[in-house]
């Protein structure tokens, strides 16, 4: 943003903000308590004062916190959020980037016209480098490898070689550049003017301006989503997101937010862009799906939030709260805000007969803020079953009847007071017929049908009486007639008379 330390800062008991109109805020220490326990805040961290800006290092899971009253970095271990490192740098740091290339920290120090580099496997600074005036936002070029820091004295943009860490290159723009970002889909770069009301596009082969894009008035902070290709822009005079689609370069959309946005972060995680808001001491959540406010997250009243950054590495949103001057209450503190999205719980699996009323259980959703949670099931599987009401916490269906085994699958979104939806969770519920065992056979009949593979038969024929008995000699069957017997296997067959 377009400020001298001396519009930064006036007394210790009080703040002085100009952005377009000045606003004197009184901060009593009494309500330092309350930002813990205002919605989304999970916990805070104490830095150095003035706490402004933040960069974050995908090689160690650190985040680097510049401390503008200080003129120090903070070094915050995302696994442990606590301070590990206090590096000292030039006066009054404000923007820094991270350079994967080197794995150096560029901080632009404001009333020193200076860079430092800090090497982040030390957190020691290796080298200075001499800025034009007041050097403020710094960015990495992942294409050219150049580091770019703005200077909002001169309106200018330094390019910087990190082979040599000397400027190579000095780009003019607009009226006051604050912010520098990088967008990767063409490889430009876009700086925010704070004074005159629009985005220098610069072209990294050429070095040179190529577009100016109007947005709104005092543009701050930006952030680029790599997932839409559009660049959201904090303009803080307009309570206003400009919304610039890199394909084109033009700001296709204007999202209303608080008053005096001030900086903007992208979570590409949930799709979600956090803005700061330092008059109204919020966070907008803005949902680039729709580009519209889906939720508030309250700070303490005179936070003063500035500087916002998301890491991927927990999945938390770091606010800067630049609060008052001189340590009497939270200028040091850097509040973390957890996931503002509901969890939908469908459930456990189940496997049911046909014709069974089976009953859905969404009761283990939850809220991160305890807030309301309404209930939306769908059937994306199996055979249409008619739910008991679509929109209950636990609705019910009966089982169709079926001759084979039937999968449904049922979807669960739940959103909260605020309207946010949560991803989806399923349920599958099997429904296995019951098959009734085989027949058994026909029992033998003694005498008559043997066991196994062999079929033994017996024929008798007689007109007269026919006597069956036993003599003394042995076993005899008598009779009038001629027997036949006979004996089939599958085998041979034999005839016995």
């Known amino acids: 943003m377009s400020l001298s330390k001396d519009q930064l800062f006036s007394s210790k008991s009080q703040i002085l903000l100009t952005l377009g109109l000045m606003t004197m805020i009184l901060i009593p220490f009494s309500d330092l308590i309350k930002v813990f326990a205002q919605e989304g805040i999970i916990t805070s961290i104490t830095v150095e004062n003035g706490p402004v800006e933040f960069t974050y290092n995908p090689d160690n899971g650190n985040l680097y916190v510049s401390n503008y009253d200080s003129d120090s970095v903070s070094v915050i271990d995302s696994g442990t959020n606590r301070v590990i490192a206090t590096i000292t740098v030039g006066s009054s740091p404000y923007g820094l980037a991270y350079n994967p290339y080197n794995q150096y920290i560029y901080v632009a120090n404001q009333a020193s016209d200076t860079v430092s580099v800090i090497d982040s496997d030390t957190n020691r600074v290796i080298t200075t480098i001499t800025a034009e005036d007041l050097p403020s936002g710094v960015a990495y070029n992942v294409d050219n490898g150049y580091v770019y820091v703005t200077n909002q004295g001169s309106d200018s943009v330094s390019v910087i070689n990190p082979n040599t860490n000397r400027v190579i290159d000095t780009i003019a723009v ?147 709260n630049f609060g008052n001057y001189g340590g009497e209450s939270f200028s040091n503190i850097v509040s973390v805000i957890g996931s503002i999205t509901p969890i939908s719980d469908a459930g456990p699996n189940q496997n049911v007969g046909p014709g069974t009323e089976v009953n859905l259980d969404g009761s283990g959703s939850s809220d991160p803020r305890n807030q309301t949670l309404t209930y939306q099931w769908t059937q994306t599987a199996g055979p249409e079953v008619t739910l008991s009401d679509p929109r209950a916490e636990n609705p019910t269906f009966n089982a169709p009847n079926t001759l084979l085994p039937q999968r449904l699958v049922f979807e669960l979104v739940v959103t909260n007071e605020n309207g946010v939806e949560s991803e989806p969770d399923s349920v599958t519920i099997t429904i296995n017929p019951v098959i009734p065992p085989p027949t058994p056979p026909e029992p033998p009949i003694e005498g008559i049908i043997g066991s196994g593979n062999n079929i033994n038969i017996q024929v008798q024929e007689n007109t007269g009486n026919n006597a069956v008995g036993q003599s003394g000699d042995g076993d005899h069957i008598h009779s009038d007639e001629s027997i036949f017997q006979g004996q089939s296997t599958n085998q041979d067959s034999q005839v016995i008379s």
């Open 174 to 320: 607009g009226d006051g550049p604050v912010e520098v970002t990088f967008a990767d889909e063409n490889s430009n770069l876009y700086v925010s003017n704070y004074h005159s009301a629009s985005i220098s596009v610069i072209n990294p082969d050429t070095n040179r301006v190529i577009d100016t894009i109007t947005v709104g008035q005092a543009p701050s902070g930006m952030a680029y989503n790599p997932d839409k290709g559009y660049i959201y822009v904090a303009n803080q005079a307009s309570k206003s997101v400009s919304v610039i689609d890199v394909s084109s370069n033009r700001a296709i959309d204007s999202i209303t937010v608080e008053t005096s946005p001030s900086d903007v972060a992208y979570n590409r995680d949930n799709g979600y862009v956090y803005v700061t808001n330092f008059s109204s001491n919020t966070v907008s959540v803005i949902d680039s799906r729709t580009n519209e406010v889906i939720d508030t997250v309250s700070l303490i009243d005179g936070a003063g939030p500035l500087g916002v950054a998301y890491n991927p590495s927990n999945k938390n949103v770091y606010v800067a």
